[in-house]
């Protein structure tokens, strides 16, 4: 028999992967103005409603090989993956906080980040869905859990601020660079996204948010997105495009302040008293 608390992880990692698979139909339907509630789990190609046999989180894609047993057409590898992640996400929260309400909450901000993410990278777009869920869960969970002890998340006051913080900065940002460039520069989802973000973290972690994001994103766009840009540019004139001209492609911030936000939550203040100790100081 397991000791206690491998079943505990155990549980925490299976019931992860539920909640993946119940992130997969948002991430599918939320940006096609559809329910996540009806109709059944359907094959997205022919349509076929899935069996409940076939809708068993990672096994189940596995054991069809990837292929539903309908058309026989593959069904994308975005599933199972999603189901991983937040099942390691859930292990990850237990293992680091216990069987405490604390874990519960890291665990349901990763998740939601990891939808918005997907889903800015698939779309373009943040549902509503999933920024109103995470502003009003982070403001609840605010005056639940303000004396639940690691400190990671908040207190009631500093969720407020946060939350105005948050949304603000990105805002003016998004102001600017619309005024600069002419056209717009950040989508509203953003800006909820980060009121979200800032009430689970404060106005410091919030703010220090947007500047990791912004790292994070130049450093992957000039290592990784303009390379590649610019090969499938040179393959599209060697294939005898004349006309192809090389343009950067739109780069969702989303997918990059969801990192970030994690990232502040759990080593914002060290970050923080790591640049006062270090490059302020006299």
């Not at 022919?46 to 990672?58: L, S, T, Y």
């Not at 859930?90 to 890291?106: E, I, K, N, V």
């Not at 509503?128 to 869960?137: A, K």
């Not at 495009?241 to 994690?262: C, N, R, Y």
Request: contains cysteine.
């Amino acid at each position: 028999m397991l000791e206690p608390h491998w079943s505990l992880a155990a549980l925490a990692f299976l019931f992860g992967a539920v909640i993946g698979s119940f992130l997969n139909v948002c991430i599918v339907r939320w940006p096609e103005g559809e329910s996540v509630v009806r109709p059944r789990s359907r094959c997205p190609r022919c349509g076929r409603p899935v069996q409940a046999f076939e809708n068993v989180p990672i096994l189940s894609w596995l054991l069809l090989r990837g292929k539903c047993r309908g058309c026989g057409l593959p069904i994308s590898p975005l599933y199972p993956a999603i189901e991983l992640t937040t099942g390691l996400g859930w292990l990850a929260a237990y293992a680091a906080y216990g069987a405490t309400f604390d874990a519960l909450r890291l665990a349901v901000f990763g998740t939601v980040l990891l939808g918005i993410a997907a889903t800015d990278a698939r779309r373009f777009l943040i549902p509503d869905g999933f920024t109103v869920f995470l502003l009003l869960w982070a403001l609840g969970t605010s005056f639940l859990g303000s004396d639940s002890g690691s400190g990671i998340f908040a207190t009631p006051y500093a969720a407020f601020f946060g939350a105005c913080t948050g949304a603000g900065a990105l805002a003016i940002i998004g102001w600017l660079g619309e005024l600069a460039l002419k056209k717009e520069a950040m989508g509203f989802g953003d800006v909820t996204m980060m009121a979200a973000v800032g009430a689970a973290l404060g106005p410091e972690r919030a703010l220090l948010t947007v500047l990791v994001g912004a790292f994070v994103g130049a450093v992957a766009s000039v290592s990784v997105i303009v390379p590649l840009t610019w090969v499938a540019h040179r393959r599209r004139l060697a294939g005898g495009e004349t006309e192809a001209v090389f343009e950067l492609p739109h780069i969702p911030f989303g997918v990059f302040l969801a990192p970030a936000a994690l990232l502040t939550l759990l080593w914002g203040d060290r970050m923080i008293a790591w640049y006062f100790a270090t490059v302020l100081q006299p």
